[in-house]
């Protein structure tokens, strides 16, 4: 005689605190990234992440006092670059937690109709990829509102300092989500049965 044994599916915020702790160390992992790495003139990142270096003469004030915030001084605000790097990713949580199940969304949806298993190595890179991708594209409009809080750059490196927060935001979220997806599987593991 055998035996059935019954589990019980996971509960559907079970999806939910899995992205929102995903959520949380991306967004500050990633702005913290940004903050030291991007904004404070690393060459980690190449040409395309660094902001050209303007004439300090031809800058207006508000142009100074963000490059000064970027560089680690303070902003026009009277606020320490921690504390700049503090606000923009704890304003960042709610995007980050929207792109990532925005990610896990399309990702399950193809592994499921293509018969691919949660715990495959595709199900695992197409969710980092994604996540990367979408978090790359929703950072332009953050960093035009993140410009406007820190005083803005001049006009002429408004695009090249976008591209930068972009590519930025796309290698370091590329790196945690793959990470963790490796060490932890996708947020939908288990669930994927049940869908």
């Given at each position: 005689?055998?035996?059935?044994?019954?589990?019980?599916?996971?509960?559907p915020?079970?999806l939910?605190?899995?992205?929102s702790?995903l959520?949380?160390v991306v967004?500050?992992?990633v702005?913290?990234?940004?903050h030291?790495?991007?904004?404070?003139?690393?060459?980690?990142?190449?040409?395309?992440?660094?902001?050209?270096?303007?004439r300090?003469?031809?800058?207006t004030?508000a142009?100074?006092?963000?490059?000064?915030?970027?560089a680690?001084?303070?902003?026009h605000h009277?606020?320490?670059?921690?504390?700049?790097?503090?606000?923009?990713?704890?304003?960042?949580v709610p995007?980050?937690l929207?792109v990532?199940?925005?990610?896990?969304?399309?990702?399950?949806?193809?592994?499921?109709?293509?018969?691919?298993?949660?715990d495959?190595?595709?199900?695992?890179?197409?969710?980092?990829?994604?996540?990367?991708?979408?978090?790359?594209?929703?950072?332009i409009?953050?960093?035009?509102?993140?410009n406007?809080?820190?005083?803005?750059?001049?006009?002429?490196?408004?695009?090249?300092?976008?591209a930068g927060?972009?590519?930025a935001?796309?290698?370091?979220t590329?790196?945690?989500?793959?990470?963790?997806?490796?060490?932890?599987g996708?947020?939908?593991k288990?669930?994927?049965?049940?869908s």
């Amino acid at each position: 005689m055998s035996t059935v044994v019954l589990t019980a599916p996971p509960r559907p915020n079970a999806l939910f605190l899995r992205v929102s702790a995903l959520g949380a160390v991306v967004a500050y992992a990633v702005g913290w990234a940004v903050h030291n790495f991007y904004l404070n003139g690393s060459s980690h990142l190449g040409h395309l992440g660094r902001l050209p270096e303007p004439r300090l003469e031809n800058l207006t004030p508000a142009a100074k006092a963000a490059l000064a915030s970027h560089a680690g001084l303070v902003s026009h605000h009277g606020e320490s670059a921690g504390g700049s790097f503090l606000r923009d990713a704890t304003l960042s949580v709610p995007l980050t937690l929207a792109v990532l199940l925005l990610a896990v969304m399309l990702v399950r949806k193809l592994t499921s109709r293509n018969g691919v298993d949660a715990d495959s190595m595709q199900a695992r890179l197409g969710f980092a990829v994604a996540a990367a991708t979408l978090a790359a594209i929703a950072s332009i409009p953050f960093a035009l509102v993140q410009n406007g809080l820190d005083g803005g750059v001049l006009p002429t490196e408004l695009g090249a300092h976008l591209a930068g927060v972009a590519l930025a935001t796309l290698r370091y979220t590329f790196a945690i989500t793959l990470g963790a997806s490796l060490f932890f599987g996708v947020p939908w593991k288990g669930m994927e049965s049940h869908s």
